[in-house]
């Protein structure tokens, strides 16, 4: 095994606290990460500034803050 594999498979078994949350896959979690830098920082966001910065769907918001409330960082 050379060690370029070994960094992917890392990679790839790398979890997040957003992984937990129903309606966020792989995409969504970069996209998140992308526009807001940490999981710190979306745990702080509003409902309205995760539809209007990461333009997600309001449910998939509210499920968001919805986690963060009852599971904080």
């Known amino acids: 095994m050379c060690i370029r594999d070994s960094k992917r498979r890392k990679k790839r078994t790398l979890t ?3 992984d937990q949350i129903q309606g966020i896959g792989p995409k969504r979690r ?3 990460l992308t526009v807001f830098g940490s999981v ?3 745990a702080s966001c509003s409902k309205e500034e995760l539809m209007s910065k990461a333009h997600l769907p309001e449910k998939v918001a509210e499920q968001i803050v919805r986690y963060f409330k009852t599971n904080p960082l």
């Open 30 to 32: 970069q996209k998140l």
């Open 16 to 18: 997040s606290q957003l």
């Open 40 to 42: 710190k920082n979306i």
